[in-house]
């Protein structure tokens, strides 16, 4: 734990595996971990699959680490190079920042799991906020669910979108809308840009508080860049007050979000769908299977012991 | 709920009605009914966004009318023409079966929920699998959670694929994979659709387990239809220690999921982030937010009632 919060890599490195794997005594050090964090500015970058967040995130990354921050990733987005990319065969935008001490990246895979997400992200942003990064970027495709967990742990979230997807794909926007705080228009080079631009004008222009930023990018070629990250860091010098009841909300979203994964571990447990054959609940499975109980009275027996 | 076992669709509607706004006695209406299900057939179809899943999902209705059964369709997709119609203009589909008192559409909005979609998908197939609907579609968009979800309440998984999309899509096809009773190749009238097929044959290979079938359709066309319905047919017909394996599965996939939905409210409501203003465990929210107390901790006093 000392490792991890003088900034060493290898020992931060090593937390996030012995967590992973549920190692004994991993948790606790987590746990006295936590008041050690609060520092970094967190990021949340999400977006429909297509619209080139992971190259955003590759040059928000150099724009940082340019202005001398250390910067980390959490990649849990299963198509980007980071988490994907021995599937895509690219991991060219991660060598880039292999070599950099002062760039730490952390794939998570989501690939079949049962929940655990929130859990996963929430975990490791706290270890690399104690860990002394000064800023951290949660990448994830902002389809359904991941929408709603990049928002409980982020202190800013851009959502990305681009011109010329089909129709159902802008379809999807329309929730990433409500939880941004920067609405980046990608691939600005591209024929629709202006459309694009205009369209997301008229739909926050319905919206009943204040809209998001919007900015213009081209990631492949860093256009729009510095004008994102001058966006970042203008909505990371907010009040105080606003800091705070920020806080309070993450805080609030990151209790239910974790409590939800203790109970399904819990009842993972019970019944006998975890490591074990067979929990001591496990006959309440047939029950259900065979229609003599229904599941809403197991779960009420799960949770309280009683029918 | 008498009129529900009777088939009548009016007060199946209501019943769904009424469990979505928490109505008094919904949520007893619902265990009580649970026992006179079990015997829809309920058919999850799933896929990456703009792969024609719900055109496919409406020859299906179509062609199992045909065959006089009586259908239901939960379409969580917030992009399918049943959910999203309004967004996206396309309410024709849905139009022509609006006449048509064999079948029932269940539309449930998943914009900014905070979890909930499991609950809500299981508890509408209960009801609509109670009030005799011979065979219920559960549609939703591939990407995340949802390709969980689905694999919880559905009999049989049809992943939906289609060729020319981008990397990055096809790329979340691989969580898709592994859930899947049949893959569709859709659009496969058009160019690379052979390619398709055989990329999708070539990663199938790799697997341990046997692969689901691969049927092509074209579903603006019902090309390919007929033999996608019976694979279906085939894949409900299978030994009876075989589907009560299967019940038991998805009887402790879903008790994990519910109990964890009833943690979320639980905690929700005691930290007040509910509709009342402040929760008895109100502050505790200040202490993570403050970093006095870690949100791990705070989640063992939610669930035990001490640290």
Redesign the interface.
């Known amino acids: 734990m000392a490792g991890v919060l003088a900034g060493d890599v290898s020992a931060t490195a090593g937390m996030l595996r012995a967590l992973d794997d549920d190692l004994p005594g991993a948790?606790a050090a987590?746990?006295a971990l936590?008041?050690h964090?609060?520092r970094a500015f967190v990021v949340g970058v999400t977006g429909?699959?297509?619209v080139g967040k992971s190259t955003l995130v590759d040059g928000l990354v150099a724009a940082f680490r340019a202005r001398g921050a250390r910067v980390a990733v959490v990649a849990v987005d299963?198509?980007s190079p980071f988490s994907?990319g021995a599937?895509?065969g690219d991991r060219v935008r991660m060598q880039r920042h292999a070599t950099d001490p002062g760039v730490f990246i952390r794939s998570l895979a989501?690939?079949?799991?049962?929940?655990g997400?929130s859990r996963s992200t929430?975990a490791s942003v706290?270890v690399l906020d104690a860990a002394g990064f000064d800023v951290i970027f949660i990448e994830t495709?902002g389809?359904?669910?991941?929408e709603?967990d990049v928002a409980d742990a982020a202190d800013v979230v851009v959502v990305v979108t681009a011109p010329g997807l089909?129709?159902?794909?802008q379809?999807?926007k329309?929730?990433l809308l409500?939880i941004a705080d920067v609405l980046v228009v990608n691939k600005a080079d591209r024929e629709g840009a202006d459309r694009a631009a205009a369209d997301l004008t008229a739909m926050l222009a319905l919206g009943a508080r204040p809209g998001p930023a919007i900015v213009r990018t081209a990631a492949a070629t860093g256009a729009g860049l510095p004008e994102l990250v001058a966006a970042l860091i203008t909505l990371r010098a907010i009040p105080e007050a606003d800091r705070?009841a920020r806080?309070?909300r993450?805080?609030?979203?990151?209790?239910?979000?974790?409590?939800?994964?203790?109970?399904?571990d819990?009842?993972?447990e019970a019944?006998?769908?975890g490591p074990a054959p067979a929990g001591p609940l496990a006959s309440?499975?047939?029950d259900?299977?065979?229609?003599?109980v229904?599941?809403?009275?197991?779960?009420e027996v799960?949770?309280t012991g009683r029918a």
Chains 1, 2 share one sequence.
Do not use: F, M
């Open positions: 948790r987590l746990r936590y008041p964090g609060g429909a699959p297509g299963p198509s994907g599937l895509l989501t690939r079949g799991r049962l929940g997400l929430i706290a495709v389809v359904g669910q991941a709603i089909g129709d159902e794909i379809a999807l329309a929730g409500e705070a806080r309070r993450q805080a609030a979203r990151q209790i239910v979000a974790l409590a939800a994964e203790r109970a399904r819990a009842a993972h019944i006998g769908g309440i499975v047939d259900v299977a065979a229609r003599k229904d599941p809403w009275s197991a779960v799960l949770a």
